[in-house]
T-cell receptor
Framework: AQSVTQLDSQVPVFEEAPVELRCNYS??????LFWYVQYPNQGLQLLLK??????LVKGINGFEAEFNKSQTSFHLRKPSVHISDTAEYFC????????????FGAGTRLAVHP | KAGVTQTPRYLIKTRGQQVTLSCSPI?????VSWYQQTPGQGLQFLFE???????NKGNFPGRFSGRQFSNSRSEMNVSTLELGDSALYLC????????????FGSGTQLSVL
């Protein structure tokens, strides 16, 4: 079975500072990894995904993530955050044969302060 | 191109009633998935429909059901509502079943009193 652990429930950070949101996964098969963002009263928006190939994945809004198979991690990073990045971030895993069934982590609330 | 449309946006029901939620996927998308989001359990997969057939199902009781029509629109139904069914129900569509990119709607907020 697959599972996802987001190590921080809340991350406060000042505007223009760098941020890392941590995600670890567990799976007995090869996985696909995703980061989604949810703004208040909205659905989820895909930030980036890792399916195969290069382990450094770049996404929208200046975010990037690195797939580390040995550490079973997929941490999300941004070198300089903005107030508008305040939102809930979800790490998710899927696998071949899982199709569109995503297993989500509990989420990390990123709060960017001026 | 219109996004994923979910109706209604808010819904209030009482215990024991049943409810039907609707989802219109992005034009051309053939796969529709449903997720339940609650503060306690987070985001949980309910089921996926593709070509009018349920292809995948999460660990929910039989009170939760769904269907997909020939135009890919989908509905989910919850019968005999319980207080614990209060949640944000999210629908997601994708072109196919290749799990490369899901597009989510804004959800239907269901409150069971």
């Amino acid at each position: 079975a697959q599972s996802v652990t987001q190590l921080d429930s809340q991350v406060p950070v000042f505007e223009e500072a760098p941020v890392e949101l941590r995600c670890n996964y567990s799976s007995s098969v090869s996985v696909y990894l995703f980061w989604y963002v949810q703004y208040p009263n909205q659905g989820l928006q895909l930030l980036l995904k890792y399916l195969s190939g290069s382990t450094l994945v770049k996404g929208i809004n200046g975010f990037e993530a690195e797939f580390n198979k040995s550490q079973t991690s997929f941490h999300l990073r941004k070198p300089s955050v903005h107030i508008s990045d305040t939102a809930e971030y979800f790490c998710a895993v899927s696998w071949a044969g899982g199709y569109n069934k995503l297993i989500f982590g509990a989420g990390t609330r990123l709060a960017v302060h001026p | 191109k219109a996004g994923v449309t979910q109706t209604p946006r808010y819904l209030i029901k009482t215990r024991g009633q049943q409810v039907t939620l609707s989802c219109s996927p992005i034009s051309g998308h053939r796969s529709v998935s449903w997720y339940q989001q609650t503060p306690g359990q987070g985001l949980q997969f309910l089921f996926e429909y593709f070509s009018e057939t349920q292809r995948n199902k999460g660990n929910f009781p039989g009170r939760f059901s769904g269907r997909q029509f020939s135009n890919s629109r989908s509905e989910m139904n919850v019968s005999t509502l319980e207080l614990g069914d209060s949640a944000l129900y999210l629908c997601a569509s994708s072109l196919d079943r290749a799990n490369e990119k899901l597009f989510f709607g804004s959800g239907t907020q269901l409150s069971v009193l």
